[in-house]
């Protein structure tokens, strides 16, 4: 069936720099994916999306990669901020019609 | 504008009993979602309304589960009776037309 993962459950980088969260995804037919921050006690907050037409978007400090070859996404953060801190998940649909199916999700753990 | 906003943010019940949880959703957001997220899995779909008609439901577990949506604006999802499994983090989410979920800061159901 489809799915969508995380190659790590955890990332701990230093404040400053740069992080980079990846995302496999099996389902070929998905062609819209967004990333969503969720910090402690508080429901998952948009932060960028992008659809299958595209291969990069750019936001303030972060840039999501979509690589349809093998099926990829990454969300990368610049100058990493103690406020970064938080568990982030990455979800796609077929259309943006059909329910996102979430990844399992990544914990970024930043260090000042 | 006022956020997704969902109550009650915790509860605890027994086994065997009945809870219902509430959400209102963005105000003019016709599309209204449910998710939930047990212990340590993935957020997973439960269902979507658009206005008041329920437009998938495909993610409700079982018959123990029921959503509604009546006029259109706020909606509760009833758990009865409910069962040790249940427990987790339930999330609304709402948007306009092809637009990126706003999720709630959720609703922690334990059962014990």
């Known amino acids: 069936g489809e799915s969508v993962g995380l190659h790590l459950p955890t990332l701990s980088v230093q404040e400053g720099d740069n992080s980079i969260i990846n995302c496999a995804y099996s389902n070929s037919a998905s062609d819209y994916f967004i990333w969503y921050k969720q910090e402690s006690g508080k429901g998952p907050q948009f932060i960028i999306d992008i659809r299958s037409n595209m291969d990069k978007r750019q936001g303030q400090r972060v840039t999501v990669l979509l690589n349809k070859t093998v099926k990829h996404l990454s969300l990368q953060i610049a100058a990493t901020q103690p406020g970064d801190s938080a568990v982030y998940f990455c979800a796609e649909s077929r259309s943006g019609n059909t329910p996102l199916v979430f990844g399992k999700g990544t914990r970024l753990s930043v260090i000042a | 504008e006022a956020g997704v906003t969902q109550f009650p943010s915790h509860s605890v019940i027994e086994k065997g009993q009945t809870v219902t949880l509430r959400c209102d959703p963005i105000?003019?957001?016709?599309?209204l979602y449910w998710y939930r997220r047990v212990m340590g899995k993935e957020i997973k779909f439960l269902l979507h309304f658009v206005k008041e008609s329920k437009q998938d439901e495909s993610g409700m577990p079982n018959n123990r589960f029921l959503a509604e949506r009546t006029g259109g604006t706020y909606s509760t999802l009833k758990v009865q009776p409910a069962e040790l499994e249940d427990s987790g983090v339930y999330f609304c989410?709402?948007?306009?037309?092809?637009?990126?979920?706003?999720f709630g800061n959720g609703t922690r159901l334990t059962v014990t």
């Open positions: 105000s003019g957001h016709d599309n």
């Open positions: 989410a709402s948007s306009p037309s092809h637009s990126p979920l706003h």
